[in-house]
Structure formats: C-alpha cells, structure tokens
C-alpha cells in the first residue's frame, strides 16, 4: 500500500514516514500543501495523510482542490482540538482525523481502518480458501500453517486480496506497492508473483496475459 504524508515539520514528518516505512507501506513525502496537492493529483495513493497548517497551500486548500478530481482517502492532523476543525475536516471530505500530538501507533491503526473501509472489507480478516490474511497483524496461514513472506509479497497479496474478483493491472501494482523512491531492480512484479504462487500455490493468482493479475473470490 502506497501513503503520502503531507506535513511541514520536519522532525514529524521524518517520524511518521519511518513509522509508515517500518510497517511496510511504500511512502512518499511532501512539505507542502502545494507539493502535496501536486504528488496527490499525479500518483494513485491508498491514503494521504494531510496536515492543516501548511505552507505555500493549507490542508483544506489541499483537500478541496484534490477533492474536485479524486477520492483517495485522506486522513487529516489538526494541531487544534477544536469541534469546528472536525466538521470543517470531515464536511469538507476528509475520511478520518487526528488531533496533535498523537501516538503513531493510532496512526498506523487509522490508516489500515481507513484502508479496508474504502475497499469496503469490514474485517480484518480475508479468507481465500485454505488461505487466511489477518490485514491487522499481517500474518498470513495456509491450511492453519503460518507462510512468511517478505514485505514485498505480502503487500502484493493484500492489494489482490483487497481488491478480489477485480483485475489489477501491473500499473496500480507499481503505483500502490512502490514508492518513488525505490529502485526499479526490486520492482519486478513477475518475480514477486511467483513467489507467492510457491508459498501460496499457484491457483491463487490468475494472469491476464497483457493486463494483470487477478484474486477470484
Ligand atoms: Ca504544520
């Protein structure tokens, strides 16, 4: 899954990018709301969090500019703990909020909620078969045993997983798996497909010669 966190203060938005980095998110960054509004526009994000008080464009500027052409769920930080911030914030169409100073264990938690709802999946589990997704622990069983994967595995099986009975093309896989930051050797989807039909087995994953892969429900 793919974030962009839009924050202006360096130390924090160094925090929650290593935070988002360590739980396996691929994140980009910006320190403004015009580079923000600018990478939000240009790239498919699974979610963006977006702090208000920004330089160059503010938060709500941000979000209703982004608002007119996309719906990528947007999760704001307001530094006032006021109701009309949160009104404002989810009126204006933001999908969840955050108060500063916050823990960025809630933070992490709010993202995959906020995730899993615009993908319309309520649980936490995702059940394929003999194979079983915990989207909250990102474990995943086969036939009740555990299967490690790597990061990368994982986070393309999740995608699929998420988005099952639809077709993924090899685009929203690089868009949601790789940030833009990341060099293109690690970036082979064919590889990390086959690794998953190895551990997984290899009906799982159907191609679309030309197209993409697909997860049937
Ligand atoms: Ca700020």
């Known amino acids: 899954m793919r974030l962009l966190v839009v924050e202006d203060e360096p130390d924090l938005r160094r925090a929650v990018v290593q935070a988002l980095t360590e739980?396996?998110?691929?994140?980009?960054?910006?320190?403004?709301?015009?580079?923000?509004?600018?990478?939000?526009?240009?790239?498919?994000y699974d979610a963006i969090v977006l702090d208000i008080m920004l330089p160059v464009k503010n938060g709500w500027?941000?979000?209703?500019?982004?608002?007119?052409?996309?719906?990528?769920?947007?999760?704001?930080l307001t530094a006032r703990d006021a109701v009309i911030d949160r009104v404002r914030g989810l009126d204006g169409g933001a999908d969840d909020y955050l108060v500063k100073p916050f823990s960025l264990v809630?933070?992490?938690?709010?993202?995959?909620?906020?995730?899993?709802?615009?993908?319309?999946?309520?649980?936490?589990?995702?059940?394929?078969?003999?194979i079983v997704i915990n989207l909250s622990n990102r474990t995943v069983t086969k036939s009740d045993e555990a299967i490690s994967l790597t990061a990368r595995e994982y986070a393309l099986l999740e995608l699929l997983a998420l988005h099952r009975g639809k077709l993924i093309t090899r685009t929203m896989i690089?868009?949601?798996?790789?940030?833009?930051?990341?060099?293109s050797l690690s970036n082979l989807v064919d590889v990390h497909v086959s690794h998953l039909r190895k551990k997984l087995g290899a009906e799982l994953i159907e191609t679309r010669r030309g197209q993409g892969y697909i997860i049937h429900d």
């Open 23 to 44: 739980e396996n998110f691929a994140v980009d960054e910006a320190a403004d709301g015009a580079a923000g509004l600018h990478k939000a526009l240009v790239w498919e």
């Open 174 to 183: 690089y868009d949601h798996i790789f940030g833009e930051d990341d060099d």
């Open 106 to 130: 809630e933070l992490i938690a709010r993202i995959r909620a906020l995730i899993r709802r615009v993908a319309g999946q309520a649980s936490s589990i995702i059940e394929l078969g003999s």
């Open 61 to 76: 500027q941000v979000l209703e500019e982004l608002r007119r052409q996309k719906t990528t769920p947007v999760l704001i």
